[in-house]
């Protein structure tokens, strides 16, 4: 199975589209500390490489998916050199590799697998997907819009992937039945969990608060109290149907359900003084 071409490139977006009116503050800080995080997709290609190098049809797959992350953090960039003209990206990812590198040198997953790995890459693919479906939803600038719709058809796209070779490797395993679904939910939390690691943290600083030491909790919580606020319960709902399939469990049983409800009012609670102004779509 082999990874299908890019469907779209920067000169696909009708750059001078850009309404400059349409860009609030908040909004625009969002999206430097997105680029970050995409643009940075290959050094996740590298680990990827590495954890499965003696899977060459896989390997294909990760140089693919990684051209496309860089690809989105390349859009999201150059969106927000648009909407700041002082902004400098290549200065910003600059400063963001300084604070955080993958494990380059790995060659076993941190996941303690590669079902592991996987299962991880589904959850982070889960996450993108409702995201941008989320800022597609609520954002009025049309170049936006048309980059995050883009984006998050691509991230729905690498679930897809991730899950097929995640269950591919999951029939390899020696490991089955209950033991097996708890393996992939113990992942499945523990990177959900991540999300307020040093990754986001050290992206929203470098893009965003250049002058000010970096403080790992103060620049996790500025994002997410903006980041979530784009969300419509609508977008957790469906986050939350991939995050139990890509978990193991039953996407319409009343553990999936449970835990959508609970996401969605973590999720509520943490963007609620954004949501007003973001989510009013």
Request: charged letters at 25%.
């Amino acid at each position: 199975m082999t990874h299908t071409a890019q469907h779209w490139t920067l000169n696909d977006i009708d750059w001078s589209c850009f309404d400059a009116s349409k860009v609030s503050a908040d909004l625009l800080q969002v999206i430097k500390t997105a680029a970050m995080i995409e643009r940075n997709g290959a050094d996740y290609g590298r680990y990827l490489c590495n954890v499965f190098r003696e899977d060459p049809e896989f390997c294909e797959v990760a140089q693919q998916w990684a051209v496309e992350e860089e690809q989105h953090g390349m859009a999201l960039g150059k969106w927000a050199m648009l909407a700041d003209p002082e902004f400098d990206f290549d200065a910003a990812f600059a400063r963001f590799l300084e604070m955080y590198r993958l494990p380059l040198d790995a060659t076993e997953s941190v996941r303690g697998s590669r079902t592991g790995e996987l299962c991880a890459r589904c959850v982070v693919e889960t996450g993108t997907s409702s995201f941008y479906s989320a800022v597609r939803d609520a954002v009025d600038e049309p170049v936006l819009k048309l980059i995050c719709k883009n984006i998050a058809a691509d991230e729905f796209r690498h679930y897809r992937l991730f899950f097929v070779h995640m269950e591919r490797y999951g029939a390899l395993s020696e490991t089955h039945g209950w033991r097996a679904r708890w393996d992939r939910l113990r992942v499945a939390l523990t990177r959900f969990r991540e999300a307020d690691d040093d990754e986001i943290a050290s992206a929203y600083h470098a893009a965003n608060v250049v002058a000010a030491p970096y403080d790992r909790a103060a620049s996790n919580r500025a994002y997410a109290q903006r980041s979530l606020g784009f969300f419509h319960v609508r977008h957790v709902r469906r986050a939350g149907h991939m995050f139990a399939q890509a978990a193991g469990l039953a996407p319409n049983g009343f553990a999936a359900k449970l835990m959508t409800k609970a996401l969605w009012l973590v999720i509520w609670f943490r963007g609620r003084r954004f949501r007003p102004v973001f989510a009013g779509n």
